[in-house]
């Protein structure tokens, strides 16, 4: 495995991809070794992955966005490289200064195929409807009680994005059905990483009323944190279930919930399909799209909510929530993960802020 912008201690992301990998290989009594590159850079990232593929290491595991230009530049040097990567989207692939297989970082988006960009037959791409567990999140918070709230997302990437507009898409539905209308902030940091100046654009949210942040893009969630401890604010974390490492942070009742995205179940089954299974041809030139695949058992879908520390209470309970998933399973909720424009709403307020910093 090859670290992102982060460590693989980052309670997140990285930690969780690590730990998938490396439970699959003791599981297994495979060799495994993860590379942190050097600089958050395309060709440090290159780095990295040669020198995993120098020692020996035939099945590579990239996790994150930023790996678009390294996906490009090795897969066709080393087509006998299996590499699963997670959410590099056709968005990322196509993006400016991202070139086609064998040219030079010249982007043409004119009649644009993104099987050109990479040499997909050794590649298996993993994204994610994190709209899911978006929605999930902003209709439990209204449900809960709270009426005014925030969405702070680390930079506006695909994953990031569907996050966000599930979200608004979850507080509006549930105002709805409440009758009510709800008041909304939404902005990016344009990091992944917590700073004083997210903190102090976080202090004023929560000082004018904001109750509840979604806190929506790796160690931002410091920032947004450590403002709601200040003001008696609520967060919602993101990816993993996030409410022991916060509230034990800044205090217990701080986190509601959390908008799980499962990087965890994906990493180690697809590993586990490719190398024990033999089903490298059901995974390799494709980009799958994981979501809900069980109505009745929450907890075995990608996206979800962490049912045993969510903030239950009798106005929304474990049991309404179990429905609501069903409810999307079914098709009886529609989610859209539209990201070319913002969600569309008759309930929510919406301040579109932009970018805080």
């Known amino acids: 495995m090859i670290s992102d912008m982060g460590d693989i201690t980052d309670q997140g992301f ?5 730990q998938a990998c490396k439970a699959f290989c003791d599981d297994n ?11 958050d850079n395309t060709a440090s990232r290159v ?28 897969s066709e040097k080393y087509p ?12 990322d692939l196509l993006s400016a200064g991202v070139p086609r297989k064998g040219e030079a970082y010249d982007y043409n988006p004119s009649n644009w ?23 999930l999140a902003g209709y439990t918070a209204v449900m809960l009680g709270y009426n005014d709230l925030g969405f702070l997302g680390g930079m506006a990437v695909p994953g990031v994005l569907r996050f966000g507009y599930g979200y608004v898409q979850g507080i509006n539905e549930a105002a709805k059905e409440k009758g009510i209308t709800v008041n909304m902030k939404y902005a990016y940091a344009n990091t992944f990483n917590g700073d004083a100046e997210i903190s102090a654009a976080m202090e004023t949210w929560y000082a004018n009323g904001t109750e509840v942040v979604f806190s929506c893009g ?16 609520k967060v919602i974390g993101v990816d993993t279930d996030q409410k022991n490492l916060i509230d ?13 995205k499962g990087l965890y179940p994906a990493t180690y089954d697809a590993l586990d399909d490719i190398i024990n299974n033999g089903k490298w041809d059901d995974y390799r030139g494709k980009i799958l799209s994981l979501g809900l695949i069980s109505g009745t058992d929450p907890d075995a879908n990608y996206l979800s909510l962490p049912i045993n520390s969510t903030m239950w209470n009798d106005d929304f ?20 993960d539209d990201i070319s424009h913002e969600p569309v709403t008759s309930n929510v307020n919406v301040e579109w802020l932009g970018s805080i910093k």
């Open 317 to 336: 309970t474990e049991q309404d929530y179990r429905e609501l998933v069903n409810n999307i399973y079914l098709g009886n909720i529609v989610i859209s």
């Open 80 to 91: 006998d490289i299996k590499f699963i990567v997670l959410d590099v989207s056709d968005g």
């Open 29 to 39: 009594n495979i060799m495994f070794t993860y590379k942190k590159p050097s600089g």
């Open 113 to 135: 195929n993104v099987m050109d960009y990479y040499h997909y037959e050794n590649v298996y791409d993993a994204l994610f409807k994190e709209e899911i567990s978006g929605y």
């Open 14 to 18: 990285n930690q969780s991809t690590y």
């Open 218 to 233: 790796g160690g931002i969630f410091v920032s947004v944190s450590e403002a709601a401890s200040k003001h008696g604010g």
């Open 47 to 74: 780095i990295a992955v040669e020198s995993a593929i120098d020692e020996g290491y035939n099945v590579i595991v990239m996790p994150g966005f930023s790996f678009t230009g390294t996906l490009i530049e090795v």
């Open 248 to 260: 034990g942070m800044y205090g217990e009742g701080i986190t509601i919930t959390s908008a799980l």
